[in-house]
């Protein structure tokens, strides 16, 4: 069965930074794409990122461009997402989530995610 769970969330004021983890079990984590996605108040899942099952690919989605960066080490399972310049519009639940291939391709193929961490970002 696969397991993915988030850490590493909490409050932060606005310009501040948070690295986010997600431990995987349960599958070939160094087999599969993995993307970060987030759901804020009342709206649906946003993608965010996405990165090759070896890492050497990544994509970011325009709102996070230049401010995120994901990253994964395949000899611990783990995924993660520093996120610098926070703003309060960042402030969302934040789930790790694994594609079915070692591709990202479409970012929105994922279809599995885990139970997510919460970030707030608020003065």
């Known amino acids: 069965e696969v397991h993915l769970v988030e850490s590493g969330g909490g409050l932060v004021q606005p310009g501040g930074s948070l690295r986010l983890s997600c431990v995987a079990s349960g599958f070939t984590f160094s087999s599969y794409a993995m993307s970060w996605v987030r759901q804020a108040p009342g709206k649906g899942l946003e993608w965010l990122s996405a990165i090759s099952n070896g890492g050497a690919l990544t994509t970011y989605a325009d709102s996070v461009k230049g401010r995120f960066t994901i990253s994964r080490d395949n000899a611990k399972n783990t995924l993660y997402l520093q996120m610098n310049s926070l703003k309060q519009e960042d402030t969302a639940v934040y789930h790790c989530?694994?594609?079915?291939?070692?591709?990202?391709?479409?970012?929105?193929?994922?279809?599995?995610w885990g139970q997510g961490t919460q970030v707030t970002v608020s003065s």
């Open positions: 989530a694994k594609y079915p291939g070692s591709f990202y391709h479409p970012v929105s193929g994922y279809n599995v």
